[in-house]
């Protein structure tokens, strides 16, 4: 059963003087949902933002809002992005020791859960939790900073969370150094969401951010 192909534009690489036109811009450009990276500068080494930035620009659109948690403890803060407006919450499996324990606290809350894996992670830490799970976010770079380039032992890992996955209605998402020619490869191995931060706000303007959304697209029909 094949699931949508949905491009998740990172905030990340947005202007942040002007957070909401952007997020408006990447929506009227084609997004499907808006990928918030939320950073500690403890589990990776940086900080971005937290759950009142979130809350700030959720009015900014009305697609799903897709919140990538790279913190560590992440339980503490899951009702703070809960109630900031997040849709899906994703947490580390390496962040905490009781990652079923975090997924269940997310599901409790009303939204979705997802769980991701560093490169360095295999897909085993995640085979007695796949019932609770509605996404699996596959990291193509180590977490910390956008623009940095895809590590190609991911694809095979891709492949991997695909035949543990099977037939549950779990969306696996790939994040990190996602350019066309990269999406191909994700898509190919069994990825149906992209998460993109340079490629698709280089250029600066809503014209560019549709072009870029449009080659990453089309980059994936793999029947062409
Ligand atoms: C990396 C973040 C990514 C990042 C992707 O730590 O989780 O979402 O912004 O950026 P690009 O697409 O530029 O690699
Ligand atoms: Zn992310």
Redesign the pocket.
Known sequence: MSRPLLIAP?I??ADFSKLGDEIRAVDRAGADWI?C?V?DGHF?P?ITYGAPVIKAVRGASKKIFDV?L?IAPADPYLGDFAAAGADIITVHAEAGPHLDRSLQAIRALGKKAGVSLNPGTPESAIEYVLDRLDLILV??????????S?IPAVVEKIRRVKALVGSRPIDIEV????TPETARQVVEAGANVL??????FKGGSEQSYRANIDAIRNATRLEV
């Open positions: 990172s990340l690489s990928h990276d950073m990776v940086n990538h790279m990291m193509s770079v180590n977490p910390g900073f956008g623009g940095q895809f994040d990190g150094g996602i998460v993109a931060g340079s490629a698709v």
